[in-house]
């Protein structure tokens, strides 16, 4: 079945440094998401990939989906203190398939 | 405020007991979603429903029974409790658009912290 894998699972980062997850899927997805789950929060939606090759912008976050569209990234430039969380993507095969999470990045940022 | 809201947000209960968890969203989404977070983070899709069917049934023990009686509620009830059954508990909501089945994104309640003792 569908798997979507993570790395890594924890970042240390230092305050002001740049950092990038990723996102691995064993087929051909037909859209991703990504979610942040601040600690003690819930997840919540960032952005969702549709197009081989996609980037798209968030601020200092830039995410990426592969040209085969079985692998994603997350990109975060000069990280800070309000970075802190578990980043998961989530991906589905089909339009109307099941959106298989990740296991997460858990971020942690050193001031 | 527009919201998925789930009652209660913490449940301290003992095993063999059963429980209820109730789920709201007032977002005109069609569908609604049960996920089992672990100690561990990872999310483990439970149920699905879209307009009060149930799409998404996952391995789940048939201790646990979804009920959506309209498409803005969504309510778990487990029976039995066992230990391993403690973890978060999130409901979460989303528009499926169209023939196209065009997603979007899951917006997340805050979650029900159940812990069996």
């Known amino acids: 079945g569908q798997q979507v894998m993570q790395i890594p699972q924890y970042q240390h980062v230092q305050e002001g440094e740049d950092f990038t997850t990723y996102c691995n899927s064993s087929?051909?997805?037909?859209?991703i998401q990504w979610y942040k789950q601040r600690p003690g929060g819930h997840p919540v939606f960032l952005i969702q990939l549709v197009k081989s090759g996609e980037v798209k912008k968030q601020k200092r976050l830039t995410f990426q989906f592969g040209e085969a569209k079985k692998n994603s990234s997350l990109h975060i430039t000069a990280t800070q203190t309000t970075d802190v969380g578990t980043y998961f993507c989530?991906?589905?095969?089909?339009?109307?398939?099941?959106?298989?999470f990740g296991a997460g990045t858990q971020v942690v940022v050193t001031p | 405020d527009t919201a998925v809201s789930q009652t209660p947000k913490y449940l301290v209960t003992q095993m063999g007991n059963d429980k209820s968890i109730k789920c709201e969203q007032n977002?005109?989404?069609?569908?609604m979603y049960w996920y089992k977070q672990d100690s561990k983070k990872f999310l483990k899709i439970m149920f699905s429903?879209?307009?009060?069917?149930?799409?998404i049934n996952e391995t789940v023990p048939n201790r646990f029974s979804p009920k959506s009686p309209d498409k803005a509620h969504l309510n778990l009830h487990i029976n039995s409790l066992e230990l391993g059954d403690s973890a978060v508990y999130f409901c979460?909501?989303?528009?499926?658009?169209?023939?196209?089945?065009?997603?979007?994104?899951?917006?997340f309640g805050s979650g029900t912290r159940l812990t069996v003792v």
């Open positions: 977002l005109g989404h069609d569908t």
């Open positions: 979460a909501s989303s528009q499926r658009g169209g023939r196209t089945g065009t997603n979007y994104g899951y917006t």
């Open positions: 989530a991906g589905r095969r089909d339009s109307w398939g099941k959106l298989q």
């Open positions: 087929t051909t997805l037909s859209n």
């Open positions: 429903y879209n307009n009060k069917e149930l799409i």
